[in-house]
């Protein structure tokens, strides 16, 4: 695989997670510099560990996870994407709670992770079709790990511009983004295949 293959598989697989920490910071209060780096990581970092995953089940027993990858990332973003929308209309308007699925002073770790999960579900389907073709499977996870890393971080930041803009909307909007995610992903390996 040359660097230039590698670098755009990278950015289209980065993009659901870019997407998500838009969103992350849309409804963040003034996400900083650090927020943006602590999302960026997480998103990063599990979309470095998702392929080399894929890649070792890709070895034993591909066929099984690339039937099921669809459903996970969409339950999964159903459930992180769903409680966000469900808090932007039902929950407390006064509500200051910094644990909430992404809104609030900072992202709580654990809806961070499942949504970083969540968004890297395609990247170890990736990983598994790598098992296949001959590839130096390091380089390019870390790769796609440095630019999930960057678009990530930039998308927090970015957000951060749109949430004043949006006010609670952006919660809303967020959550909605999550569940469009899930849907697309889903959509894609049941209709498109």
Same mark, same amino acid.
């Given at each position: ?24 910071? @849309? ?8 927020? *943006?780096?602590?999302?960026? %990581?997480?998103?990063? $970092? !599990?979309? +470095? #560990? ?57 992202? @709580? ?8 999960? *969540?968004?890297?579900?395609? %990247?170890?389907?990736? $990983? !598994?079709? +790598? #098992? ?62």
């Amino acid at each position: 695989m040359t660097f230039a293959t590698a670098l755009i598989l990278a950015f289209s697989l980065s993009m659901d997670s870019f997407a998500a920490a838009l969103g992350t910071g @849309a409804c963040l209060r003034r996400p900083g510099l650090w927020e *943006a780096v602590r999302v960026g %990581a997480c998103f990063g $970092g !599990v979309q +470095l #560990a998702m392929p080399l995953i894929g890649f070792a089940l890709g070895l034993t027993f591909a066929t099984v996870v690339q039937e099921v990858d669809h459903w996970i990332a969409f339950l999964l973003l159903l459930g992180v994407g769903g409680k966000m929308v469900w808090e932007s209309l039902f929950g407390d308007d006064g509500e200051e709670d910094a644990d909430r699925a992404g809104c609030g002073g900072r992202t @709580a770790l654990g809806p961070l992770m499942l949504t970083a999960v *969540a968004t890297s579900i395609d %990247a170890a389907a990736v $990983g !598994v079709s +790598l #098992a296949v073709v001959d590839v130096d499977i390091v380089s390019v996870c870390l790769l796609i790990g440095a630019v999930t890393f960057g678009l990530s971080s930039g998308g927090v930041l970015m957000g951060r511009a749109a949430g004043p803009l949006l006010g609670r909307r952006a919660e809303l909007i967020g959550g909605l983004g999550l569940v469009a995610i899930g849907v697309k992903i889903l959509a894609e390996h049941t209709l498109w295949v």
